[in-house]
């Protein structure tokens, strides 16, 4: 199983950018997923989660600025930011809860991280 995530990248403050996270391989079912990031010096921290029904979860640092959404057929997680700070400055990951064909539970896996930077 793969996660990739794309489109980090250099951002001015107050500017979008949206973030994806695909995955692949010998894939039974997608459960939840999430986008967690990382600074500088400061432990991964969670950002936002969505399950497999669609309901969702914010950090509050992010509500009302970004928006995690997911197209199940697409074994895709997206993550919507807007109003951007410096302080959102990190290494996103992405997460996700899947169950591989011919197992029973699922198992968590992670992408290796896309860098966002927000500065003038």
């Known amino acids: 199983v793969q996660l990739v995530e794309s489109g980090g990248g250099l951002v001015q403050p107050g500017g979008s950018l949206r973030l994806s996270c695909a995955a692949s391989?010998?894939?039974?079912?997608?459960?939840?997923m999430g986008w967690y990031r990382q600074a500088p010096g400061k432990q991964r921290d969670l950002v936002a989660t969505?399950?497999?029904?669609?309901?969702?979860n914010y950090a509050d640092s992010v509500k009302g600025r970004f928006t995690i959404s997911r197209d199940n057929a697409k074994k895709t997680v997206y993550l919507q930011m807007n109003s951007l700070k410096p302080e959102d400055t990190a290494v996103y990951y992405c997460?996700?809860?899947?169950?591989?064909?011919?197992?029973?539970?699922?198992?968590?896996?992670w992408g290796k991280g896309t860098q966002v930077t927000v500065s003038s």
């Open positions: 969505i399950t497999s029904g669609g309901s969702t």
């Open positions: 997460d996700a809860n899947i169950t591989l064909l011919g197992s029973w539970q699922g198992t968590h896996y």
């Open positions: 391989g010998s894939i039974f079912s997608i459960n939840g």
